[in-house]
């Protein structure tokens, strides 16, 4: 059974910087993983993923080039470096994982297996 522990949210000013952690156990084939976000009275989106099979790295338009997506595969732990937030960057953003190694962000329905979510809030 494949398990996701997601941590490093927390309290922010706008323009500042986060670290999110997913740590994935229990399952030691190739996979993806993807993060997504929901803010209050919003439907979830995707915001990055990222492919152990492939390398492959997608995300969505709204974060790039400030969002940074990365994995340590000795640690079987996936990063989402988050700069220049926003107030609109807030929500509880939770890691999942595709265990067809797949990276995509458009839909959730390939990802089986998820996280149990960390706030990220973004406010003066």
């Known amino acids: 059974q494949l398990q996701l522990v997601a941590s490093g949210g927390g309290l922010v000013q706008p323009g500042g910087s986060l670290r999110l952690s997913c740590v994935v156990s229990g399952f030691t084939l190739d996979y993806a993983i993807g993060w997504f976000r929901q803010a209050p009275g919003k439907e979830r989106e995707g915001v990055s993923c990222?492919?152990?099979?492939?390398?492959?790295?997608n995300y969505a338009d709204s974060v790039k080039g400030r969002f940074t997506i990365s994995s340590d595969n000795a640690k079987n732990t996936v990063y989402l470096q988050m700069d220049s937030l926003k107030p609109e960057d807030t929500g509880v953003y939770y890691c999942?994982?595709?265990?067809?190694?797949?990276?995509?962000?458009?839909?959730?329905?390939?990802?089986?297996?998820w996280g149990q979510g960390t706030q990220v809030t973004v406010s003066s």
């Open positions: 990222i492919s152990r099979v492939t390398g492959n790295t």
């Open positions: 999942a994982a595709d265990r067809t190694g797949y990276c995509g962000i458009a839909t959730m329905t390939a990802y089986e297996y």
